[in-house]
C-alpha cells in the first residue's frame, strides 16, 4: 500500500544506502528495479563527499538512460561532520541568503524547537529527501548538491545563552569611510542560506525554511546570489563578477593547516564554527563603461582575460609587486585592489564566496557583488584588510557598500544533534 | 555511522523525530533486528535507526516486526484538533493491525481515514477496525489519507515540540513514538463523526482548523 507514493522518498533513499554501504545488499540487490549508485570523493580533506546516486528504474534495459548518474542534480554534500558543510563545499551557482529577526517572545526553549525543525529539514533536504511536512515532496529529488548554512547574530546568541556567549566581533563592523549602508540589507538575528547547482532546488529548500520559520521569526531581508552555472566550468574555477575580472583568485584552500586555522574558530561554543560577514558591494556598471581596458586591469591589478597578475600570464601566478614598467612605476600600481587586500599579515587572510547579483530597484537594475567571508574572527582578519581597501583601493571608484552584516557560524552536528547544540544544548 | 560496534541504546536514541521504543517483549526482539542491522552498517536515512532485519523469525509481536519513520504532528493551541503523521512499515511475514492510539496531550484520540463524501467533499472520519497493514506492506499517515486524530489539545503544542504518541496493535503490542510538531496549514478536511461510534464531545461536522498558521 502507498507504494507509490511520491511523497515517500525516504525508501529510495534506505534502497541506496544499503547498496552503497553493503548492507543487506544480497536482499535489495537481487531485487529487479533499483538503480545501482555511485559515491565520488570530493577534495581530499574538505570533508565533502558527493553521492551520485541511482534511482529505481523500471527495467534493467531503460536503467543506464534512468539511473542520473552524473547529473548535476543527484549529487549530494554530507551534512553532518564537525564544521557545517556549506562553509568548505566548493560554491554552488545559485544561492539565496535569508536574515530573520526573532519574535520576541522565543526564548531559549524556542530556539532550541526552531533549531530542531531547522536542522532536519535540512538534514533531509540535502540528501534529497523531502522535508517532514513538505508540501512539496517531489521538489527535493534533485538536491543539487544543496547546502543550508545557520548563522547566529547577537541577539539570538543573547538569548540563547547570555552576554558572556557573544563574541566580542559579533555585531555591526565598525563604520568605513566608503560605506553607503542601507539598513534594508544589514543585520539580522538569524541567517539561514541555501545553495545549490539548481535554482528550483533553491527555491524549495527557501520555501520549506520560510515556513518552518514563520513561528519563530520575521523575515528581514532576502538576497539572492548566483555564479557561473553548474558545469559550465570546471568545478571549483573562479567565477566572474559583473566588471567581468575574474574574482576570488586568492583563496583558503580546504583540507589545509591554514584552512582549518584561519576559517574555523578554535574555543567555546564556536570551536568548529566560523564567522560570516556579508557585504553587498553595489557595482556601477555605467561608469565603469567608461573606463579603458588597461584602467580596468589596473584597478585590480590583473588581466582581464585570465585574471592573471600584470606582471604574470596564469590566474595562480604570484603577483611581483616589485617589478616597475620602463618610465619606473609598478607595473602592479599601489592603489590597486590586489595590492591593497595583500597584508603582509598572514594571518590576516579570509575565505572568500562571492556570488554576483542583479536586482530590479526602483525601476532600475542594481547590479554587484554579494561579498560573503568565512573566518576565525571577524576583527583580527576582515576589519584589517577591509581598513586597507577603505583607505586606498582604485576599485572604490566603482563599487559602494550598500550593506552589511556578521553572523557567528555554530560548528555543525552529528547526527542526532542539530546546529546550535553547542550553544543552545 | 557505519560501526559494527554501535552500542544498541546508541543506535536507538540517534534521531530525534522518530524516537522508537518498543515495550515489554517487543523490545527483545527488536533490539536483536538492531543488532542485525548495525553489523551490516545498513541505515534508514529517514529515522537514523539501523534498518531492521527484514525477517524477523523471533518476532512474536506486532510492535516487533514494524519500522516507523517520518512521523510528525501539525502543531496547535490547546483545545484544537490535530493529527499526527508517520510511515508504517511491516517487515515481518504477518499481517498487523493498529487498533488505538494514546497521547499525553490529547484525552481523546481516534484513527481516522479520510474518504469522499455525497458531495464529493473530502470527509474524515473514524476507521472502523483500526488500520491494517499487510506483510511487507506500508501504511502512510498522512494529511488528505489516513492520519491519527488527536480530537482535543489538552495544551498548546508549538512548533518543534516532541508529542508522544502511543500505537496499540490488536495483540496487545505497542510502540511508543515522538512526533516533532510543525506549522502546517493544510489538512482542513471536514470532519464527520455520524458515521462512526459515539465520539465524545467532538462535535458533528466541525472543520478540523488546528491553528496552522500562527
Known sequence: ????????????????RQLLLGGAAAGLGAAAGIGVGDIVQGRAGSGVSQMIPG??????????????????????????????????????????????????????????RMMGILTDDARRLTQGTAALADSEPE??????????????GAELVRRGAGESAVPSWLGPLPAFGIDRLDEAWCGGDLLVEVAADDPTTVAHGVRMM???????????????????????????????????????TVNLVPGTADFDSLAYAAEGWLAGGSSFVLRRIRMDLDKWDKLDRSGREQSVGRTLSNGAPLTGSAEQDEPDFTATTAVGFPV?????????????????????????YEQLTDGAVESGLLFGSYQADVTAQFVPLQRRLDELDLLNEWTTPVGSAVFAIPPGCGDDGFVGETLLG | MCDSTIPVAQAVRVTSHARLTIRTVAAVSLAAGLLAGASGCATDSS??????????????????????SGTWFKAAKKADMSAGFAVIRNDGTQPVVIVSAASAVSDMMQLHETVADDSGTMTMRKKEGGFEIPAGGELTLEPGGNHVMFMGL?????????????????DGSSVDLSLVAKDYTGANEQYDDSAGEASGDASAGAEMDMGGDQ
Not at chain 1, 139 to 152: E, K
Request: cysteine-free.
Open chain 1, 1 to 16: 500500500m502507498a507504494a507509490e507514493d511520491p511523497a515517500d522518498a525516504s525508501r529510495f533513499s534506505l534502497s541506496r
Open chain 1, 55 to 112: 534511482r529505481p528504474t523500471p527495467t534493467a534495459a531503460t536503467g543506464a538512460l534512468e539511473s542520473g548518474v552524473g547529473l548535476v542534480g543527484a549529487r549530494t554534500v554530507d551534512f553532518h561532520g564537525l564544521h557545517q558543510a556549506g562553509v568548505a563545499v566548493v560554491p554552488q551557482a545559485h544561492s539565496v541568503f535569508l536574515a530573520w529577526d526573532l519574535r520576541p517572545e522565543i526564548d531559549r526553549d524556542g530556539l532550541v
Open chain 1, 139 to 152: 521538489m527535493a529529488g534533485l538536491p543539487a548538491r544543496m547546502t543550508v548554512t545557520f548563522g547566529f
Open chain 1, 210 to 248: 520560510a515556513k518552518d520559520l514563520r513561528s519563530f521569526a520575521v523575515q528581514r531581508w532576502r538576497q539572492d546570489g548566483f555564479r557561473q552555472a553548474a558545469g559550465a566550468r570546471p568545478e571549483g574555477a573562479s567565477m566572474r563578477n559583473l566588471f567581468g575580472q575574474v574574482d576570488g
Open chain 1, 332 to 356: 602592479i600600481p599601489e592603489f590597486s585592489h590586489m595590492r591593497r587586500a595583500r597584508s603582509e599579515d598572514r594571518s590576516q587572510r579570509i575565505l572568500r564566496r562571492g556570488y554576483n
Open chain 2, 47 to 68: 529515522t537514523g535507526l539501523p534498518a531492521p532485519s527484514s525477517t524477523s523469525a523471533s518476532a512474536t509481536t506486532a510492535a516487533s516486526q514494524v519500522t516507523v
Open chain 2, 154 to 170: 489538552n495544551q498548546d503544542v508549538a512548533a518543534g515540540s516532541d508529542v508522544p504518541l502511543t500505537l496499540t496493535f490488536s
